[in-house]
Structures are given as C-alpha cells and as structure tokens.
C-alpha cells in the first residue's frame, strides 16, 4: 500500500516506517551533520520536524545522474553546476512508482528535495526519477501507447497495466476508451532516456 | 518585493517545467516571461497578462482571478500541512478551463479549479510531486 496520501503528505505511518526500516543502502547514516543541529541525516529526516518540506534549509537539486558512487548520486544541472545528493535509510524514491535506490541509473534525470550538509552533500528526503507532468494535447492513439504533442515535440506515452486516467476533474479510473484525438491531457509519468519516450502512470483529460 | 501575508486565492496547484530541463522539459523554453526555471521558485498564473487570460479563462469556472503580471510574488501554502514556497511569476498557465470542477483534498477539505502552475522547485517545497496537485491558499 501507498503510504502517501493523495495529496502528497507524508502519512505518520509513513514516517515511524522509515525510521524504523532498515536501510535501503546499506549503512548510508551521514553522521556528524552540524547543520541538523548535531543529528545525522537519518535521525534528522525521521525526527517530526525535519520532514516538513518548509523548513528554511531545505534544498532542491534538479538534473542528470552522471555516476552513483555507494549511496551519492553525482548530478549535472540542466543550467551548469555539479550537486552531489546523498541517499539516506530515509530517502523516499520514485521512479514510475514508489520504489528503491537500487533502480536508479547514470543518464535519470532527478529532481530531488533534501538537507544541505557540511561536507557539500543533499542529504535526500525525496528524490524523484525522470518524473514530468506534461501539458498536452493527444494526437494519436493505440493499443499500448498514445502519441502527444508537447509544446512543438511529439512525444510517445507507454501505456502501463496500472495507467488511470481522470476524466474532466473527476476521480481515477483504469478505464482508457474515453481517450480522443484532440484533447487537452495532462500527463504524470516517468521519462524513458533510452528511447525518449514517456512511461504514463496518470493521463487527465479536461472539457 | 517580499511575500505577504494578504489572502489572494485558493484552489489547486499544479506543477510544470520550464527553462533548462532534461528528457521533453528540455524543449519548455522559459515561458511566457522568458525567465522561468524549472530550479528556482517560479510560477505560472492564469491572469499573468491579457493575452494569458485569453488562454486560460479562468473565468469560466468562475474564477475571477485578478491580473499579476510577471514579476509578481506570492506566498502559497499547502492547505493541510502549512508547508509555503515564496514564489516570483514567470509564466502564464495554467489553463484552467480545461479543468473546471476538478477538486483536490486533503482532510476531507477540497480547493477546486486549477489557478496555479509551480517549478518542480517550488512545488516541492510543500509537496510531493509524484501527487501532481495540491491543494494551496496564495498569498501576497
């Protein structure tokens, strides 16, 4: 089960869970972190106030995994720069579904949201892997893929078993049929780097 | 100019790329202001200028959303958990129109009609992004 709510708060289900499972790297505990006021960063990130998105020190890290080193990923910014982010026992990872570190690869692109450390390090409270949600429009349809128009580009959606789709506001359903050429959709999915094409894990179409 | 603390809006927010990016955001450009980046706390608002208005009616959800041209600032809050993101506009979206009656909750609480578009910089400041939505009250 998603311990996530629909509107991405993290549950306190969610939050004793992480602390108490083992980590997902292996031993990953960043210790001697001064600016989480002499906690590490695992203790930090389970501690009730640090996983409040709005604290003042938070950082964002945005584009391309050039090389994973034990638990850091090195990442490339889309306008130049070098971050290197941190993965902890408490990182939560997603990458078409909520998921492990282990699926990350060199080439994702990230978006990652997390704590600056004094080594230089994001120590990751969330990271997010090839993650858009694209302003569409739907320009062809077919059996396991739909093709879209993103701004000039065209780009191809994979169909996936557990796609949903929403329908003029609406709640998500598994049903698809009502998908037409021509329609506004928004799409939350996963970018595929090998192929440039899109994983679609949500599609919303409007009036 | 500094957030404050004025009620201007509710209702939902999206989240959009724009700038430098990677995969299909490298192609966004930087939106309707020519500054927008994906890394910084940007957002996009449906009245941003006349012609952005044309675009995304608000109106016809009945919003009647008021002009905030670019360079405009805001403080938006998560309804439930109280995380806020000072943000500058940089763009105009999102079409709201589309999306007329759409709700998003949290606590049994709903806020309806998209009239707000984050950078995955700032939307992740309040929220996940893998939730797509969020329910806000904007503030100026």
């Known amino acids: 089960m998603n311990a996530r709510n629909t509107t991405g708060v993290p549950s306190e289900g969610m939050r004793r869970r992480r602390f108490l499972t083992a980590a997902a790297l292996g031993g990953a505990t960043i210790v001697g972190a001064s600016a989480l006021g002499g906690l590490d960063a695992d203790a930090a990130f389970a501690a009730e106030p640090s996983l409040d998105p709005a604290i003042a020190r938070s950082s964002f890290v945005e584009g391309r995994i050039t090389g994973i080193t034990g638990s850091v990923l090195e990442v490339a910014g889309s306008s130049g720069g070098h971050a290197r982010v941190q993965m902890t026992n408490v990182t939560s990872v997603w990458k078409v579904r909520p998921t492990t570190a282990d699926v990350i690869e060199v080439g994702d692109g990230l978006y990652a949201r997390g704590v600056p450390m004094p080594d230089g390090t994001v120590a990751a409270d969330a990271v997010w892997v090839n993650i858009v949600n694209l302003d569409t429009t739907i320009r062809g349809i077919a059996k396991n893929r739909v093709h879209l128009a993103h701004g000039q580009h065209e780009v191809v959606g994979n169909i996936l078993a557990d796609t949903g789709a929403s329908y003029a506001g609406r709640g998500l359903t598994s049903d698809l049929s009502r998908l037409r050429i021509g329609q506004s959709a928004q799409v939350l999915g996963a970018w595929r780097p090998s192929d440039d094409s899109v994983d679609v894990v949500r599609i919303s179409v409007g009036h | ?140």
């Open chain 2, 1 to 140: 100019m500094a957030c404050g603390s004025t009620s201007l809006w509710a209702g939902e927010t999206s989240w959009f790329c724009c700038g430098n990016s990677w995969g299909p955001c490298g192609s966004a450009g930087g939106g309707a202001c020519g500054n927008c980046q994906s890394s910084a706390h940007h957002g996009a608002w449906p009245n941003a200028s006349a012609a952005c208005f044309s675009i995304t009616r608000p109106d016809l959800c009945g919003e009647n959303i008021p002009r905030r041209g670019c360079g405009s600032v805001m403080n938006v809050r998560h309804q439930c958990s109280g995380a806020t993101v000072c943000i500058t506009i940089t763009d105009c979206g999102p079409r709201t129109k589309d999306w007329c009656g759409e709700a998003t909750c949290c606590n049994g609480a709903c806020r309806t009609n998209r009239v707000l578009d984050l950078t995955p910089a700032a939307f992740s400041a309040i929220g996940n992004l893998s939730s797509g939505k969020l329910p806000v009250y904007i503030y100026e």
